[in-house]
Nanobody, 127 residues
Framework: QVQLVESGGGLVQAGGSLSVSCAAS????????MGWFRQAPGKERDFVAA????????YYADSVKGRFTTSRDNAKNTVYLQMNSLKPEDTAVYYC????????????????????WGQGTQVTVSS
């Protein structure tokens, strides 16, 4: 079983930046994609960003386009989410997840595509 360990969360003022990381425990790690999701108290877990492992194509939720960037460090089996121009509404627990190959009717935006999840890291943005 793949284990994903997240780090880098914290408290930041609105307009500031923060980077979170997700490291995979497996020596050989080749998911179809790594996704980022977030969940605020009382709300559903929503898609934030994803990166396809093989070709580095990236996808972003409309709410974070132009502000967030996800990237990969293959040598470290690690993915990153760089968050800039943070807003209070970005406050949530952020989760990384590893996906299987999508099939017809599935997308990288859906929770069901992801089989392995990190423990989550809290990101709090103050106004």
């Amino acid at each position: 079983q793949v284990q994903l360990v997240e780090s880098g969360g914290g408290l930041v003022q609105a307009g500031g930046s923060l980077s979170v990381s997700c490291a995979a425990s497996a020596r050989t790690f080749s998911p179809y994609a790594m996704g980022w999701f977030r969940q605020a108290p009382g709300k559903e877990r929503d898609f934030v960003a994803a990166i396809v492992w093989s070709n580095l194509n990236t996808y972003y939720a409309d709410s974070v386009k132009g502000r967030f960037t996800t990237s990969r460090d293959n040598a470290k089996n690690t993915v990153y989410l760089q968050m800039n121009s943070l807003k209070p509404e970005d406050t949530a627990v952020y989760y990384c997840a590893a996906s299987r190959i999508p099939t017809y009717g599935t997308t990288l935006y859906g929770l069901n595509l992801y089989d392995y999840w990190g423990q989550g890291t809290q990101v709090t943005v103050s106004s």
